[in-house]
């Protein structure tokens, strides 16, 4: 997918907790472990707007 690890150690959850985010590649997303948003990685980029997260099953 093409994201930099060092720029997913410091990447985080956009809302007010802040949680890390851990990389599913398959579904090519970023998912916050807290609140289980996935937010969506388009040409190597993250997206990290709420409003483009799509919630996941807990």
């Not at 060092?6 to 907790?17: F, Q, R």
């Not at 398959?26 to 948003?37: F, S």
């Amino acid at each position: 997918m093409g994201i930099d690890p060092a720029l997913l150690e410091i990447l985080a959850c956009p809302d007010t907790h802040h949680s890390p985010l851990t990389l599913d590649v398959d579904a090519a997303e970023l998912v916050c472990p807290t609140c289980h948003r996935a937010f969506p990685v388009r040409d190597g980029i993250p997206v990290l707007l709420l409003d483009e997260a799509r919630q996941r099953p807990a």
